[in-house]
C-alpha cells in the first residue's frame, strides 16, 4: 500500500536539529551526582499557576517515550492500494508514559519522566516539547535511534492504526540506576519549591506497562524512599513481567480490553471482581471504555466513603448490576448538547466482599485454564519484544492472592463526555491517565495522606473524561491536550 502525502511544515523543523543538545550534557551530570538542579526546564514556570491551589506530591511517569507521524486519510487502504492523505503529515511526540506526563504537566502537575529516547534530532526535539509541557526530563537516557510510530487516522470512521518501529537501543534490563533516576526525577519535580525529599510528602509513580523489568526497579526503589508511596500501573495488553509489576500496584488502569484477557471473564463486572481477587494490594482498578466512559471499582476505605446511587445489588449479580449502570448511559446520551457537558456518575456498593470469594478468588477450581491462557499470551508478547530466541519468563499472581477480607467494595461507572468533537482518538487513555495522576498527585499532596475523601473519585472520574474528551478534539496525542483553565472553564460552563 502506498501513501502519498504534502509535505508537512512542522516536519522540517522537528527533523533539522541534530548532534548532541545542550541539554544531554545536562541531563548526564545531573545522573551522575543525583541530582537534578542544574539546567532545569524552563517550562517548569510557565503554567504552575494554573495547576491546583496546594502543593502537589511530585509525580514521576515511568515508560515509553516516541515520534509519532501522523497521516490522516478518507478511508482505510485496501491491500495493494495507492491513496492520498487529506492533509500534511503532522509529526508530534508520543509514547505512553511521555504523553501521559505531558497531559499532567499541561494541568500544572510537578512531573518527570524515566524513559530512553535516542541521540539523535528526534530525541532532541522529543525532550525540547517535554520540558516546554512542564515535565522534567533529567532522568531520560539517550542512546540510538528514537522509536517512532507511523498513525494513519480514519476520518470517516474516526479510528486509527499505529505502526510501531522500536529503537534500535532499548532500555536493557540492567541499564537503569533505579534508585538514582528516581531521586533525580523527585528532585526535578521539588527543585522549584526548594523542598527536600525528608519535606515533601509521598511520590506518585505512573507506570505505562512496559520496560517492566526497569520499571519493577523503579517500583522497589519507590516503596523503599517512602513505604507510602503510591503506585500506579497502567494495564493495557498483556506482558511480559507485567503481572508482578501489577502485583505492587496501589492503583490499576486498564484497558478495555484487559480485565476480559486476564481473566477470562465474559461480564465486565466480573472481570473487575475477579480482579480485586487477582490483585488485593490494588485499592482501585479504573477501566477506560472509550465512547462509553470509564468505571472504576474501589476496595476498602475508598469504598465506604463513597454514597451509593443505586439500589443494593444482589452480591453474586455483578454483570446485571453493571448492565443497570450502562442503561443509564445511553438514556443520558440520547440527544446531543451544543457544548461538552460534564459526565455523570453512578455508584453501587458492597458492604461486604466476603461472599464473593467462592465466585470470583483466583484460586477457585476453574482458574488453572485462565491462568494457562494468560501464562502463554504473556510469552508470546515476550517473545515479539525480545526476538524469538531470548529468554521469557513469566510469574502468575496466583500464589500470592488470598481472600478478600470482610471489607467494602464500590462500583463508581462514569459517562462519557455528551457533545464532544471527535477528531483522532489517539492518545485519549493516556490523556486520562495523566489526568487521573494529575489528580491524585494534587489529592495526597492537599492531605498529606493517601485518604483522599468521600467526592475524590466522582470528581476525578469527571476531570479525566473532560480532559479525554478535549484531547479528542485534535489530532495526535498531544495537539489539543488541555490546560488547566480550559477545564476549569468546562465544568464553570
Not at 448511559?329 to 456498593?349: G, K, Y
Not at 488453572?368 to 529468554?391: C, H, K, V, Y
Not at 467494602?408 to 489517539?426: E, H
Amino acid at each position: 500500500t502506498c501513501l502519498h502525502s504534502q509535505r508537512s511544515e512542522g516536519m522540517s523543523a522537528f527533523c533539522a536539529r541534530g548532534g548532541e543538545s545542550n541539554f544531554t550534557s545536562r541531563r548526564r551530570h545531573a545522573l551522575a551526582h543525583g541530582t537534578a538542579r542544574a539546567g532545569r526546564s524552563k517550562a517548569l514556570r510557565a503554567d504552575a499557576a494554573m495547576g491546583p491551589a496546594s502543593p502537589a506530591a511530585p509525580l514521576v511517569f515511568v515508560g515509553g517515550a516516541a515520534v509519532d507521524w501522523i497521516a490522516r486519510v478518507g478511508g482505510f487502504p485496501e491491500p495493494d492500494a495507492k491513496i492520498r492523505t487529506t492533509a500534511p503529515i503532522e509529526v508530534q511526540g508520543g509514547g505512553n508514559a511521555a504523553n501521559a506526563a505531558t497531559c499532567a504537566g499541561r494541568l500544572g502537575a510537578r512531573v518527570a519522566l524515566i524513559s530512553k529516547v535516542g541521540a539523535d534530532s528526534n530525541g532532541n526535539d522529543l525532550v525540547s516539547d517535554l520540558e516546554k509541557n512542564g515535565v522534567d526530563t533529567s532522568a531520560i537516557l539517550r542512546q540510538g535511534r528514537t522509536p517512532f510510530t507511523y498513525i494513519l487516522v480514519d476520518e470517516t470512521s474516526n479510528t486509527r492504526t499505529c505502526i510501531h518501529t522500536p529503537s534500535d537501543a532499548p532500555m536493557r534490563p540492567n541499564e537503569l540506576d533505579a534508585t538514582k533516576a528516581l531521586d533525580t526525577a523527585i528532585y526535578g519535580c521539588l527543585w522549584k519549591d526548594h523542598c527536600s525529599l525528608d519535606e515533601a510528602c509521598s511520590p506518585v509513580c505512573v507506570f505505562d506497562g512496559r520496560i517492566t523489568e526497569n520499571a519493577l526497579r523503579v517500583a522497589d526503589a519507590a516503596r523503599e524512599l517512602r513505604d507510602d508511596a503510591l503506585l500506579i500501573v497502567e494495564a493495557e495488553r498483556l506482558r511480559s513481567h507485567l503481572e508482578e509489576l501489577l502485583e505492587k500496584a496501589d492503583i490499576i488502569v486498564a484497558s478495555k480490553h484487559y480485565p476480559f484477557e486476564s481473566t477470562g471473564e465474559e461480564h465486565l463486572g466480573d472481570a473487575l471482581i475477579s480482579m480485586a481477587f487477582q490483585y488485593p494490594r490494588a485499592r482501585a482498578i479504573v477501566v477506560t471504555l472509550g465512547s462509553r466512559g470509564a468505571v472504576a471499582l474501589l476496595r476498602g476505605n475508598w469504598a465506604t466513603e463513597q454514597e451509593t446511587t443505586d439500589e443494593h445489588p444482589a452480591a453474586n449479580d455483578v454483570a446485571a448490576s453493571l448492565d443497570a449502570l450502562q442503561s443509564k448511559w445511553q438514556s443520558s446520551s440520547s440527544h446531543e448538547p451544543a457544548n461538552l457537558r460534564v459526565p455523570d456518575v453512578a455508584c453501587i456498593r458492597w458492604d461486604d466482599a466476603a461472599p464473593l470469594e467462592s465466585r470470583y478468588s483466583p484460586n477457585r477450581g476453574d482458574a488453572s485454564e485462565r491462568d494457562a491462557r494468560r501464562t502463554a499470551s504473556a510469552l508470546e508478547e515476550g517473545r515479539r519484544n525480545a526476538g524469538a530466541d531470548a529468554p521469557i519468563t513469566s510469574s502468575s499472581s496466583q500464589d500470592n492472592c488470598g481472600a478478600l477480607p470482610a471489607e467494602s467494595l464500590a462500583l463508581l461507572a462514569c459517562t462519557a463526555c455528551a457533545g464532544a468533537k471527535i477528531v483522532d482518538t489517539t492518545g485519549a487513555g493516556d490523556a486520562f491517565i495523566g489526568a487521573l495522576s494529575a489528580e491524585l498527585a494534587s489529592a495526597v499532596g492537599a492531605s498529606r495522606s493517601l485518604s483522599l475523601g468521600s467526592t475524590f473519585w466522582s470528581s476525578a472520574l469527571r476531570t479525566c473524561s473532560v480532559v479525554a474528551a478535549l484531547k479528542c478534539g485534535g489530532v495526535g496525542a498531544r495537539s489539543a491536550l488541555p490546560r488547566r483553565k480550559e477545564v476549569n472553564d468546562v465544568f464553570r460552563d
